[in-house]
Structures are given as C-alpha cells and as structure tokens.
C-alpha cells in the first residue's frame, strides 16, 4: 500500500520538467512542452493502464493514509515557487526572445496542471485550509471563479446544454473556448447572487466571493505590473491563459457528446456513462487520477486515490494529453470520436 501513495510522487515530475524550462534560458526551454503533448502522448498510444480497483480494506487504508493528502498539498508552494522564479526569469531582458516564449509554455503547463487540476481536487475537499489551498493555487492562473463554478455549477449541470463546460456532439475545441469561458464566468456571478439572496447578504459586500475574487486578481496583476514591469506582466498573462485553455480543452474531452436523460423538469442522476474516461498509466499518476473522471462525477466527494474504473464508461481511444492534442484539429477529433461515441450511444 506504501508503494500505491508513494507512486503519486510522480506528480511531481512535470513541476521538475517546468522548472528545468525556466532555468535553461535555451532550447530546453521547451522541455516540458515536448514532454507532456509529444512523449506521454507516444507513449499512452501503446499503453491501455489497469482496470483494477481498490478492494473495500484496501480503500479505506488509502484513505487514512496521510500521504495522499501531503503529496497533493506539497505542489502549492511548489506552484508559488514556480510562479516567482519564472517572474524573476522572464524579468531578465537578457533572455533571448524564443526562451521567454519556452519558459511561458511551461509556466503555462504548471498553470494547468498544478494550477488548477491540483486546485479542482483541493477544491472537492471539505475543509477550509484544503478549500484555502484551492483558491490560492487558482489565483496563480486568474480563474478563482473556478472554484464557484465547477462545485456548485458544473457539477450540477454536467452532460446538459444547461452546464458551459460540457460539450457538444460536433462542436469544436475553439467554439467551445469561447462559451465555456464567457458563460462559466456569467455562472459563476449568478450562483454567488443566489447564494447571497439565500442567506439574505447584500450582493455588494465582502461577502460577495466573487468580488473578492476580481479584487485580488487585479492587486496581482497590479503588482506584477509594477514590481517586474509591463512586458513580465504580459508573459504572465500570456501563461495564466495558457492554463485556463489546458483546463477548458480536458473540460471539452471529459464529456463531449455526453447527454443525461431529462425525466420532466429535472435530469437522471449523474452516472459513470456521462464522463470520457481513461486508464492510460502515465496520464493517471501525472494528473491525480483527474482521468478516471466518471467515478468523479458520480460521487465528487471521493478522494483521487480511490477512484473507480467502471466497465460501462465510455473510454477515450488514448489518455488526457494525446486526446487534448487531437482535439487541437477538430477534423481528426470529430472523425475519430463522432464514430466512438455513436458506439456508446
């Protein structure tokens, strides 16, 4: 069972690989790109993963252990690190022009994936330090809105036209930036109204999380602007985009063409059929299991280490990164997944 927590300390390897591309100030700037949309993706097309699950002793010491837990909390200020040593970086008008462009990739990377995958997952936690923890790695990537939304609208909405995040059959990655942005932030405003309404608080006060959220994102951008300048603040902002299009591109894989049956006014229970779901090995450990999503979606309040493979999940052809990468050409994308998911229809 050690070995079982012990292997989630591969997490940490595209922390390593980012750092690495910041300190280079060369060609292996681009080191951590090439890593997670070029090798793991070769690799995960000649692998399936294990459909095994925990048994019942087995989930409940894995739950108990510490260790899942410190492994998940370690990549904040690993997060935070990252984020001031590719300021300090970038800051540096010594560093050749394609550098600064390899090393905002990678930062880029780092957003996604510790940003706001390490973020979705201390998010889910009931704890206010583990919610803390949440929205302080979501400020790195200027998405703290994140955190309303996904738990309290996606969640609910899931593989419905009535949720942003949740594609569409034919609809393309780029169309699907667009909504999913614009219509997450509209939903994020409006379930903080209604929040507000409930406990009858003034939606303009400090209790409105949402205005504290635009608040403190502004003080950052600010403070970046003015301690390192106008051009670091622009490759800062070009990376938090970056993380925010990583994390709207596993949105539209995690349930394209994915649909819940409506019974009258309300839908069916969310079950594993309405999530993409992948086993691939590499994909699993890098990203906290976030690629076992069905099991997620059916009960959100499992840890990542326990989650469940079901046989009548719908399973993407390779893991997260090949598939992010095919859906960058939607032509491929539609002719490979279009004919996948009329399978599981």
Known sequence: MRFRSLKFCLAYTTPILVLWSIYSENLWSYTAIVFTFVIVPFIELFTKGSTQNLDKIEEEIAKEDPLYDWILSGLVPVQYFILGYFLYQISNEAHPFY????????FGISCGILGINAAHELGHRTSKYEQ???????????????????NRGHHKNVSTDEDPASSRMGEGVYQFYFRSIIDGWHSAWHLEAERLKKKQLNFWSIHNEMLLYQLIQGLLIISIGLFFGINTLIFFLAGALMGILLLETVNYIEHYGLRRKKNGNNYERTMPIHSWNSNHPIGRLLLLELSRHSDHHYLASRKYQTLRHFDESPQMPTGYPGMMVLSLMPPLWFMVMNKTLKKYQ
């Open 99 to 106: 550098y600064k462009i390899g090393a905002t990739l990678a």
């Open 132 to 150: 803390f923890m949440s929205k302080m790695l979501l400020l790195t990537t200027l998405y703290m809105h994140f955190f309303i939304e996904h």
